[in-house]
């Protein structure tokens, strides 16, 4: 169960078209996140799967059956959103137990459901609380046990991350990859931030202005980006993409080389700059170099301890095995 696939699924406002032809399959059990920057129709293309928006042209089939104008009800998909959505004067049980109410089943197989939730999620301590007394993080998880209840085929998580703190952001991270561990079910996960993306996916959708730029697992994509605009997105900090003669040097539009893929040097090297910024972060240090000759500024990582300050020369060589080519259409070269 949680087999999904879009043929050819549109989606227009009005005139404006904001998904153009797309296809994708998703594989039961898999953990798919969409993943792009603001405005570019993944949150649209979740709320098409789950059918809270019409598909304006294509199909949607889970598990075989075409799903296109099934109400989202009837899908057997339950959704997560950003707002945790939860009742102020229930309790976190009453919460959790919500939707099976509403869909008249047996108090005894509510319970039962609700237990095995409240395990799963580490709420059984909570189940008498009520949301004001809980954290973010632990209203992110009853919002989440109120899907799990449904055992659904499929669960669909709308940035459900981005209303909590850095550290809670981690751990939810954690939870919600445990949860999936656990359940094996096929989950999908909408979400801006590739750090996200890159720790917590099975297979990843890059996404542009409606378009599917590339599909694939974190080290795929990290490793071989399709175009320049997947190899600028996914990684952490961005891939270097530089052009001008350096590039024509290796018979390319535009080369790229990851921060972690340049050796630096204070005496010798293939490029010479000048230290701009650096941000120790303790076991890391990332440096912004201000390369002789291009107006592009390299970023470094290099060890933690490394004392390099602003206005220091350096020189950098990359790894040749670690370039990455790219033509004047953007396209990876081979």
């Given at each position: ?7 050819q699924v549109t ?68 959704m ?5 959505a ?17 869909a008249?089943?047996?108090k005894?197989?509510q319970?039962?459901r ?15 609380r ?10 992110q ?22 209303n ?15 949860l ?15 750090v ?25 994509l990290?490793?071989?980006p ?5 190899a ?11 052009e001008?003669?350096e590039?024509a ?11 972690e ?10 490029w010479?700059g ?12 990332f440096?912004?170099?201000h ?7 390299i ?5 933690g ?15 040749a ?14």
């Open positions: 169960m949680g087999r999904i696939s879009l043929n989606k227009s406002f009005g005139d404006v078209n904001v998904i153009p032809p797309l296809d994708l399959d998703i594989n039961e059990g898999e953990f798919v996140v969409f993943v792009g920057p603001s405005g570019c129709g993944k949150s649209t293309l979740l709320r098409l799967i789950a059918g809270l928006e019409d598909v304006t042209s294509g199909e949607i089939r889970i598990d075989g059956q075409d799903a296109t104008m099934v109400p989202p009800a009837k899908r057997g998909l339950a997560v959103f950003q707002s945790y939860l009742y102020p004067h229930m309790s976190v049980a009453k919460n959790i137990a919500f939707p099976l109410r509403m008249g089943m047996n005894a197989e319970d039962k609700v237990a095995h939730a409240a395990k799963v999620l580490n709420l059984a301590d909570y189940l008498d009520r949301p004001g007394q809980l954290s973010g993080g632990q209203r998880r009853v919002a989440i046990g109120r899907a799990i209840v449904r055992e659904p085929a499929a669960f669909l998580f709308d940035e459900p991350l981005s909590l703190d850095a550290a809670l952001r981690v751990n939810m991270r954690l939870e919600i990859s445990e999936h561990n656990t359940l094996k079910t096929t989950m999908i996960y909408v979400t801006h931030d590739q996200e993306a890159m720790t917590m996916a099975d297979k990843i959708v890059v996404l542009q202005a409606g378009r599917i730029e590339q599909v694939g697992s974190p080290m795929e990290y490793r071989t399709r175009n320049t605009f997947v600028g997105f996914i990684g952490s900090p961005k891939m270097n993409l530089i001008g003669p590039a040097r290796h018979d390319a539009h535009t080369i790229g080389i990851r921060p893929h340049l050796a630096i040097s204070t005496t010798e090297g293939a010479k000048v230290v701009g910024v650096s941000e120790h972060l303790g076991s890391d240090t440096l912004h170099v390369q002789t000759g291009l107006a592009e500024t970023t470094l990582r290099a060890p301890e490394l004392e390099l300050r602003h206005g220091d020369t350096v020189y950098m060589t990359p790894e095995d670690k370039l990455h080519r790219f033509g004047p259409d953007g396209l990876r070269l081979a």
